[in-house]
């Protein structure tokens, strides 16, 4: 039976190093990206499968919406939402353009490309879907002193970390299953086109990330980390999650009452 993946911002760094491992397992790939000539480029240079090439600006709503109605009208195996910006900086700081273009390509690109793809996924009783973030989506809690500021790309991934957990919930029992996949620093373009010199920082390479990424899959993590060597760490995360959750009331609490 044939596979076919879709994968975002496929030109470079995970995003490319998922379509040359995927492509190298026998899928058949839609590979997306601004880059015409590098999306050309990766379909000669892949003989073996078929590889559609499709340019589009998952910034704009058009975008979004071209590569939206392929994940519904395709028979997707696989939907990788790869796609990123690198516009580190405060908010305060981050142009306006910066800041909708980052939206659009981590929260609304992933949720809408999600939506239009899960639904056959469901009919069909199997799919995969992996959101990239990163562990940025659990720095947060950081206090001032860890730089660089960056509240609108970590409130982006935190959104995908957040997503992907109830969304495997919704899909329990449906044979589609849901990660996100946040690795640290990883050796891409990503962090040049930031203008930041990286080549002194421990990186981890986008073909481990991707190893992790298929693993954790294979393992039924719905959170994928693809540097933290105990999980129990991430477990303990969530666990606080839901006693917090959980620890709710209708009653005003106490330390909020005047005293």
Do not use: W
């Not at 050796?187 to 073909?207: I, K």
């Amino acid at each position: 039976m044939s596979k076919l993946a879709l994968i975002t911002g496929a030109t470079s760094g995970i995003g490319e190093a998922f379509a040359e491992r995927l492509a190298a397992d026998g899928y058949d790939l839609i590979v997306v990206g601004r880059n015409t000539d590098r999306l050309e480029e990766f379909a000669t240079g892949h003989p073996g499968v078929t590889v559609r090439p499709v340019t589009a600006d998952l910034s704009t709503d058009t975008g979004i919406d071209t590569v939206a109605e392929i994940c519904a009208a395709e028979p997707l195996t696989m939907l990788v939402n790869n796609a990123g910006v690198a516009h580190y900086m405060p908010l305060a700081e981050l142009p306006a353009g910066k800041a909708r273009e980052l939206v659009h390509v981590k929260v609304v690109a992933p949720t809408m490309l999600t939506r239009a793809a899960v639904a056959g996924m469901r009919e069909r009783g199997a799919g995969q879907i992996v959101n990239v973030a990163g562990m940025i989506a659990f720095s947060g809690p950081a206090d001032k002193s860890v730089m660089p500021r960056r509240a609108v790309y970590a409130g982006t991934l935190a959104h995908l970390v957040a997503m992907s957990q109830t969304l495997s919930a919704e899909l329990e029992g449906t044979g589609v299953r849901v990660e996100v996949l946040c690795p640290g620093v990883v050796a891409t373009e990503f962090h040049q086109r930031q203008g930041l010199d990286m080549t002194v920082v421990p990186r981890m390479s986008a073909e481990d990330v991707v190893t992790a990424g298929l693993r954790g899959l294979e393992l039924g993590e719905v959170v994928c980390a693809p540097g933290v060597e105990e999980a129990g760490l991430l477990d303990a995360v969530f666990q606080a999650d839901l006693a917090a959750f959980g620890g709710q009331s209708p009653e005003l609490a106490s330390r909020y009452r005047a005293a």
